[in-house]
């Protein structure tokens, strides 16, 4: 199964699996990191790292962060290879889709593919749908 390591700017990443556990209550293989404003980036990417081997037992890593250019997304940049890759733009919908869609395949280009489909499908202007008769 592949290992989910959320990571943010404060307890976004940790609020979002709180949020996620009520959609999906055995959330297996996932896990949280939040930098503060008086965290060492230095340890934050050690703790991220010690975070990325515990979470992959054998199928790889997803890494979901809050925003690209900031440093939790930039520390976690050096982890990258094959076996972990990194999404950002964190959403609950995003983490419900990896969920779901990581008992499907193991595949992490595949997982890429179709969560980004599916979180950018997530995000809708309601007011616009209303309009058109949605």
Known sequence: MVGIVLISHGDLAKGIISSASMLVPQL???MSLTLWPEDNPDEFQK???DAVKAADTGDGVFILA????GTPANRAMY?????VRMMTGLSLPMLYSLVNIR?????LETLAKD????AKDAMV?????MKNGG
């Open 115 to 118: 969560v980004m489909a599916e």
């Open 125 to 129: 202007d309601v007011n616009q749908l």
């Open 47 to 49: 703790k991220l790292e």
């Open 79 to 83: 982890c990258l290879g094959d076996r």
């Open 28 to 30: 297996e293989n996932v």
């Open 66 to 69: 809050d925003m690209l250019g």
């Open 103 to 107: 008992e499907e395949t193991s595949d």
